[in-house]
């Protein structure tokens, strides 16, 4: 496809009804002629849009040739790095459906994926490939375990299964409506939960948050903490620079702040992606250990996973003179969907409701709430998830029809800002007063002594919660 005319928050947009999303993060940028521009910086490599588009061609040539087919899934369990890019679009432009897996997980949460999802292939990193040959038996499913980098062991190898491979490969013809990937969600009770994005969410996401929140452009580099197989690394590190023709810093290595600290410093990039535990420790790497900083070529830092305590960001502020665009989103929203906007930051909030989404605070009865008012918060969008994969009844507990009920408890301003107050299930009710555990633990923050803090709930000889 040429390309989007209209944004998608405005009135007569539409998709093909035919569309893959891998042409609008690949295809158009090689027929465009960009091929040559840098995707990725790793390591010491630079790979550019034309080498990821043949890689990834390989990789859909490679999972056809084993019988993988569309809608059909595709477990990754690998770490940051071309590979894990190049398998994500190969398997999607064939019309099968990548799931990333936190390469954390356990040999028996691996099982639990693998049937699950009934995924035929994985492909995984040699340091990983022990816990899959652990459950292998386990899983009826599977067929064929691909192992990227050393010795395969009797299983296929990345760099053979690609190097025989057709560098050429036409995007298979998925309906907008298809599945494109899932991502599983844990919650705080229960089996992880399989999230079903289509090919015509990314759009919706992509678009509005690069346009109106980063004004993210083909010359930005992006750098992001947090890693692939995350909702947040995926959307920041591979979908949202790929969009745009731009390029990403990839590392495979754990993101403690030496590392963070030298990747800034190496590739200099534009836009800064972590989270707020990462954005302390970098403080007081730097400030406890005299460790050196350079963010001399980042022009905006982003937080989200958890809210951004005020004092946080006012010290990041004054040491580097960059704010930190605090946002809100979700695996199941598919992007941040609440976000502070350059030059428009309210401390201690997660922005403002970006266009193209509706989001509503309503009580226990599901009556709005007006400003000020805490209550449980429900989002609409055209990226919502379609729902949890062998999950019904869980799915219509959170997807009310055009509505998903967070889980996330909020307050909104008069302004229309909107200030975090805790989970659905965790906040207090203290002296007849429902009292977030977030604002207690802002104001212990704010003591230049406490580095971080954690609030709950504890019951007194009468039995009260105090």
Known sequence: MEGIELRPWEKGFALPERFNMVSLLLERHVQWGNGNRIAIYYGDEQISYQQLYELTNRVGNGLGDLGVEPEQRVILLLPDGPEFVATFLGAMKIGAVPVPINVLATSSDLAYFLNDSRAKVVVVGQEFR????????????????????????????????VNRSSPQLEVFPTHRDDASYWLYSSGTTGQPKGVIHLHHDLVYCVETWGYHV??????????????????????????????????VVLSPHRQEPP??????RRYRPTMF????????????????????ADLSSVRQCVSAGEALPGPLHERWLNRFGVEILDGLGSTEVGWVYISNIPGRVKRGSSGLLLPGYEAKIVDPDGQELPPGE?????????????GYWNKHEKTKETFMGSWMHTGDRYRRDEEGYFFY??????????????????????????????????????????????
């Open 130 to 161: 022990p816990k899959v040959a652990a459950i292998r038996g386990d899983c009826a499913s599977l067929r064929h375990i691909i192992v990227a980098g050393g010795d395969p062991e009797g299983n296929h190898s990345f760099h053979n299964f």
């Open 214 to 247: 980063a004004r993210f452009t083909p010359d930005d580099i992006t750098y992001c903490v947090p890693r692939l197989f995350f909702s947040y690394g995926l959307n920041m590190a591979l979908y949202l620079p790929l969009y745009y023709g731009a390029a």
């Open 259 to 264: 590392v963070v600290l030298e990747n800034l």
């Open 273 to 292: 992606f972590s989270v707020p535990t990462s954005y302390g420790q970098v403080l007081r790497e730097i400030e406890d250990k005299g460790a050196e």
């Open 374 to 386: 805490v209550g449980d918060l429900l989002v609409s969008s055209d990226s919502l998830a379609a």
């Open 421 to 466: 107050a805790g989970r659905t299930d965790d906040v207090l009710k203290v002296s007849g007063i429902w009292v977030s555990p977030l604002e207690v633990e802002e104001a212990l923050l704010a003591h230049k002594a406490v580095a971080e803090c954690a609030v709950v709930g504890a019951r007194d000889a009468m039995g009260l919660v105090k």
